[in-house]
């Protein structure tokens, strides 16, 4: 888990880290998400930290233990001795998506706490990955006997008809039985760590939105357009950041971008005549 050397600024610190596919620190790149709001964060120290823990879970687990021994001493290592779990009483506060913070507190949601649970998993030995589940992240271990689908929140093991009950709120309402709907393996399949990292981002954009706190805002959507450079509605999103704030030349280039990009998208007309208000080209 040690950490790269990071280049000048936060961001293209950031930019260095997700790079490439093949050699994705998630980690180390979701704990830098910390920057933006606590710019004196030692991440150096957050991976340290992260590698004591993993020591400390190593001690306890016996060298012949099989892979279901080891899950079950994570979750008690995790969830008991170190009583992490889902901050319910303020969901939406953006430190729990802050992985040095969430080792203070303990607390987080379940995107920020698999990041953290996955990479002790891994570090044991365990075949585990992320799951972008409708609505709430999941995390999936492949065991000798199947696999096992667990709540970050609490480590619990959720079997098919628990999933299904969770996934009802998701679906869309069938127009004919004859509809087609998308069976629940479709929704565990395993997520790349970009994904992984993107929810993470997106998670904090939605909270800074609906506040309505475009300074805060702004550096998440740099980040995802770092993350996801084609992802072509964060540069909308970011341009109409960029005139809230005042930032009116970064607001058309941005704009410009989405309109070249996104081809007939359904608020082509309204952006352009927001455009054209940006540039002064309306009377």
């Given at each position: 888990m040690t950490g790269h050397v990071p280049p000048s600024t936060p961001l293209a610190y950031f930019a260095a880290l997700v790079a490439d596919d093949a050699a994705f620190p998630l980690l180390e790149a979701a704990a830098s998400l910390g920057q933006d709001e606590y710019p004196e964060m030692d991440l150096q120290q957050v991976l340290t930290e992260v590698d004591g823990l993993l020591a400390r879970l190593?001690?306890?687990?016996?060298?012949?233990a099989d892979a279901l021994q080891r899950l079950r001493a994570l979750n008690q290592f995790f969830y008991r001795d170190l009583a992490f779990g889902g901050n319910i009483n303020h969901y939406h506060d953006p430190d729990n998506s802050?992985?040095?913070?969430?080792?203070?507190?303990?607390?987080?949601?379940p995107v920020s706490l698999a990041v953290l649970w996955i990479e002790m998993a891994q570090g044991i030995g365990l075949d585990a990955r992320g799951v972008a589940f409708p609505g709430h992240f999941m995390i999936k271990v492949h065991l000798p006997l199947g696999v096992a689908v667990l709540d970050p929140f609490t480590g619990e093991s959720l079997d098919g008809d628990e999933l299904a009950g969770r996934l009802e709120p998701w679906r869309a309402p069938a127009a004919a039985p004859e509809d087609f709907e998308a069976p629940l393996a479709l929704y565990l399949q395993p997520a790349a760590p970009r994904d992984i990292l993107a929810r993470m981002l997106r998670n904090l954009k939605e909270i800074h939105r609906t506040q309505e706190d475009w300074p805060r805002l702004l550096p998440v959507l740099?980040?995802?357009?770092?993350l996801l450079p084609q992802d072509w509605p964060e540069y909308r999103d970011r341009a109409l950041v960029h005139a809230e704030l005042g930032e009116t030349s970064a607001a058309i280039s941005d704009l410009q971008q989405y309109l070249d990009q996104a081809g007939e998208a359904v608020d082509r007309q309204a952006l352009l005549t927001r455009l054209a208000e940006l540039r002064g080209d309306l009377p």
């Open positions: 190593k001690r306890r687990i016996p060298d012949d802050y992985l040095h913070v969430l080792l203070r507190t303990r607390r987080g949601i740099d980040r995802l357009i770092v």
